[in-house]
């Protein structure tokens, strides 16, 4: 079974400082994965995705990740944080062929400091 | 403007009733999913429908119920059976073939 992992459940930045938030997956075949940002009371907001090809993605807000098959990562990442990052972080993981059925990491919460 | 709308935002429940949330979506998209939220856990997929008149179990299916009679709408139930209900729950919806999931913006269910 596919299985996501985000190890910092809170990270606190300060502003204009960069940003790591890290994802590991458990899954056997090619996964394709996904960076969501939740703000409180809110749905999600897809920031990027993976399918194949680059591995170094590039999403809205200034955001980035890269895919790194032999580390089964997939940590996003921005140069400089703004006041308005503070938010929830969710990494995903699926596969193509069963459905679209996303697996989802626990989440990171991000505090930004003025 | 194209997207998921959820209803109600905000719903109180005692226990030992059913209660419906409504999720309705206007992007064409044939795939339909209800997701739970709980603090620290993530999402956890409740249900999800491929296609209309057909819907599978998802890993937390226990204690819900869903329908999905048009392609734009996909209600779930929560019933009295679910011993645990109060959440945030998101509807969500896709194409088959992209992947990328577009989220409503959630209910939140409080049992009193």
């Known amino acids: 079974a596919q299985s996501v992992t985000q190890p910092d459940i809170h990270i606190t930045v300060s502003e204009g400082a960069s940003l790591e938030l890290r994802c590991n997956y458990s899954?056997?075949?090619?996964?394709?994965l996904f960076w969501y940002v939740q703000s409180p009371g809110q749905g999600l907001q897809l920031l990027l995705k993976?399918?194949?090809?680059?591995?170094l993605v590039q999403g809205i807000k200034g955001f980035e990740a890269e895919f790194k098959r032999s580390q089964s990562s997939f940590n996003l990442r921005k140069p400089s944080v703004h006041w308005s990052d503070a938010a929830e972080y969710f990494c995903a993981v699926g596969q193509i062929n069963a459905g679209n059925m996303l697996t989802f990491g626990g989440g990171t919460r991000l505090m930004v400091k003025p | 403007d194209g997207g998921i709308t959820q209803s109600p935002k905000y719903l109180f429940r005692k226990e030992g009733q059913n209660v419906t949330l409504s999720c309705e979506q206007n992007l064409n998209h044939d795939a339909m999913y209800w997701y739970r939220q709980d603090p620290g856990q993530g999402l956890r997929l409740i249900y999800y429908s491929q296609i209309v008149n057909d819907f599978q179990k998802g890993d937390i299916a226990e204690g819900y119920s869903v329908s999905r009679e048009k392609k734009e709408s996909f209600p779930l139930t929560v019933t009295s059976a679910q011993k645990n209900p109060t959440a945030f729950y998101l509807c969500a919806s896709s194409t088959r073939v992209r992947g990328e999931l577009f989220f409503g913006e959630g209910s939140r269910l409080t049992v009193l």
């Open positions: 899954y056997g075949a090619t996964p394709y």
């Open positions: 993976y399918f194949s090809g680059d591995t």
